[in-house]
């Protein structure tokens, strides 16, 4: 089946279609006040559909029939230009948009022309701009995009408060992160609370969950791409907000000007400082919690952008994050610290050879790293895991003559993982455990995609994409008997190849246009994960740890079908879709002790087991994006399933996000000039959980007796929050509004996790045992204060 | 090496606190009683049974009983069963155990046999029979060659004067995979012996070495961290060290991790007690052991 799938796409791929004599408009769209490109805007000749969109960096190319062209360029919330060409030759032209003027009720938040809903060959796409990402309501006044993406189907949270989250049914670790080309591992704050992504530095977060193309790997699920916002070319301009948690502010302009300009943006909480003291008096027994604890968090990030020339341009980005926790319990004699963050840094160069040819330069680093350590009188331990990558990524775009579009590229990464590196110090002994070896790998793939119009309503989107894994020393390996037993060591020498793998995968997307408002849309997707995200806990926590392929751990396996009825109606005002897909799942990894398994005889890659995984589904999507009530409608009706031989007896049994409905509608209303209110609704399945069922007595000691795996329900998860915003002063100087937000209006007590509270006295006959549930969000008022200048 | 046991048992017990605490922090946010409809799974017998290398088998056999039941004086009665019959077979001899009351253990009654003991290299086959033979359950355990440790002594912990470890030189035996576990009962103090924290230990990393190890009190509550888990001076400890065979380790380990684990709820409950009774839970287990007293003194 896939050997012939692969033929069909390397047929697919060198396909030669003739046309008649053409010629080729190409160049650039700009925001004509800032000089930004934009991205997304579409371009197409009047009378003839499709047309083509701008990519992300504002550039495109278009063929012009033989003749008279009127060439119609439209971007939301810009004011569409039309502009008549007649030409015999291959000509380039930049266009210039004007945004839109709120006056006239045209209020505009989407970065995403409906058109492409229904002309674009790709599937499961779901774009948002920091404006609409904005406009939701928000925790504690925190904008947030991948909340955002979380109210769209097919894209779920984990539980209350945690970033982390799961398309189709994938893992949190299938989901690959890109800030400007450079992977960002864990994208979480305060436990998950709030992502690492600041709104005011962000243009656009683009999600894809299906028929995703050749050119991205690494992940089964989904890619995030998150482009950077570049610094205004022409206007210096600051802007920031105050809230109640947290407050933020950023910088922009030119560098010099109309060639180069930067972006830099800083946020930092306070919870330690402000929230302790307002919420000292409302908790009972605050006291002995907020007096020994302190917590902060805060992000940076800049941008540099510099266009050299008209074919070359540069840009520089940069974040670095972290958190940090304390806790202090003088009674106890114990101390606790845990941080954690994320570094990524990337040089990108663009480079236009002609009006057909074009290429991508990137080269990254990202580190992530998370520490833990304990104290408890003369007793510390310390808990340290992370991850390094640098990647360099080349990507070459090729249009042809008869309009295909060519893609093809390298991208190569090296690894360095440090799984799980336990320290501990007792007055007068220092040791180390064995599990505390890094691991070293190389991560490569070339790729070529072919995009081609077989006909003016068919057209196909194929790719190959070829990957290659190499797990390489320093490592040691341990030799076991029949009964798993150490019997030997082999020692491999630094840069030393282990273990190779090499993979092929096949991707094809396809679009037909029923009419001019509606098409149908398949996919197929193979891929390759050569990392793994060990989990030990039910939430997402960042205690979690990456591991690379090696001997044992085999890599990940996905493949995915998807289909979809794409609609447009009352003239692209509301777009639709129903799209259904099945994927299958290889190789998935559990813990089956949990983190603190026994260090003493266990290596920690071997307390790992392997299984498969399923899912199904269908999502529903209603969007409005233009007028003064605009939102969207999503319903995703599912089910994941996981089959591990050594849990649940080797029976199938839910995921434990196993999600069958989730709904989510997104509403918001732009009053007039000055008011605008928006509220979001959200309702889920509970998540899967395993529960002991009965108890017994060993020694003394009651051991509880669990029932089949995640075969318990959680109460479902819903909330509505509520949020208006005014617009206090806005003129071309200063922009001032105020945010009030409600978070989970009605204070609905959503599960975050469950625990039991065992009361016994054994010797003297008693024990109790309760549920308890605990939730960490009641209703929540916040108010934000935000300012332009 | 040496100490990784001890050092393991401490950051379980820094572990706990860290978890208490997080839920002792996150709990003032909003918590409430939470009742939950499980399924009510069927009772089974459990068995908590074993026998020594030169001594008569005991078994106590009770119920499991459903996780949110209370259990006070009145309803364990319900849980004890008292009415079995309880048959130890090993070659062609057998016997069928006595019920007699037993404070040292809880519940306080125990099957007991008087004829048949264990032998080294011998294989044990239990047998408890019901009215309803649809509730009998069956098992099987042998008794391995017995290792004794070189020597068993009290040493203080450092900084400590009053407070210490019984330490153990064990030289394991090469070319075999050999499973130790090791209890303590403190003269006047202790009814019966206390499994020390995380007392089942396999030679996996120290196969044909000789080490030198500590071993903490066995507690009660083993996750009491408030209370220590030490010896004091001038106690009189009786040591005893076993050797068991795999399956009989497996319990004993999987129990050491279900107890240290399962009160955390932010971990992955994947693991499970192994059992190596038919139809049944807990444990049917042989053991080769050798005692030593030792006084805690400077």
Redesign the interface.
Known sequence: MTRKITVFFIINIFVISFYAQEYRLSGYIYDSITSNVLTGASIYIKGTSPGTVSNNNGYYSILLKDGENTIIVSYLGYKSVEKTIKTATNISMDFYLKPGVISTGEVVVSTKDPRTNIESAETGIIQLSGKEIERLPALMGEADPLRALQLNPGVQSASEGVSGYYVRGGGTDQNLILLDNATVYNPSHVLGFFSVFNTDAIRSVKLIKSGIPANYGSRLSSVIEITGKEGDFKNYSTKGSIGLISSKISSQGPVFKNNSSFLVSYRRSYIDEVLKPLIRPL????S??YNY?RYYFYDASAKLTCKINRNNKLSLTYYKGRDDYE?E?NQ?N?K?NLNWGNMVASLNWNHIFNENWYCRNSISLSKYQFSFS???R??K?GLFSGIEDINYKIDFNRININGNVIRFGVDYQYHNFIPNN?D?V????N?K??ANQNLYSHESAVYIANETSLTNRLKINSGLRLTGFLHVGPYEEYIRDY?N??TDTFTYKSGELIKPYFNLEPRVSLRYLLSDNSSVKASFTTSYQYIHLA?????T?PTDIWLPSTKRIKPQKGMQISAGYFINMFENLVTGSVDIYYKDFRNQI????????????NIFEESI?FGNGQSYGIELLLRKQKGKATGWLGYTLGKTTRQFN??NEGDIYPAKYDRRHDINLVLSYELNGKWTFASTFIYATGNAM????????????V?????R?N??RM?AYHRLDLSVTYLAKKTDKFESSWNFSVFNVYSR?N??????E?R?D?????????????????VMPSLTWSFRF | MSVSININSLIYRLLRVTFFLIVASTAQFCEKELSIELPQPESKIVVEGWIEDGGYPNVILTRSAPYFSSIDSGSLRDYVVTKAKVTIVTGDQYEVLTLKPNDAYFPPYVYFGSELRGEVQGTYHLKVEFEDSDNNVYASTSIPELTEPDSVWFQLEPGSDSLGRIWIKLSDNPGENNYYRLLTRRKGKDKRYVASFKSAFSDKLFNGETIVQGFNRGLSDLLDFTRDNLFRLGDTISVKFCSLDKEHYEFWNTYQNEILLSANPFSASNARVRSNIQNGLGIWGGYAASYHTVIAKK
């Open positions: 908790v009972k027994g605050s002995s919690f604890s806790l319990r106890l114990y606790n304990a104290q408890q003369e007793i331990i336990i501990a007792t007055s007068d002994l040791l455990f064995g009964n037993e150490i989990t030990a806990s039910s939430v926590l559990e813990l089956l002790y949990g983190i603190v398994n026994d260090y003493s005889d087991t050594e849990i395993t529960l002991p069922v009965g108890k017994y007595i060993i020694e003394g000691q051991i509880n007796e669990y029932g795996t075969s318990f109460p007590s599960p975050f996790y469950i625990y039991f065992i016994e054994i010797s003297n006959y008693y024990l109790e045992i309760n549920a308890k549930q605990i939730s960490l969000f009641p």
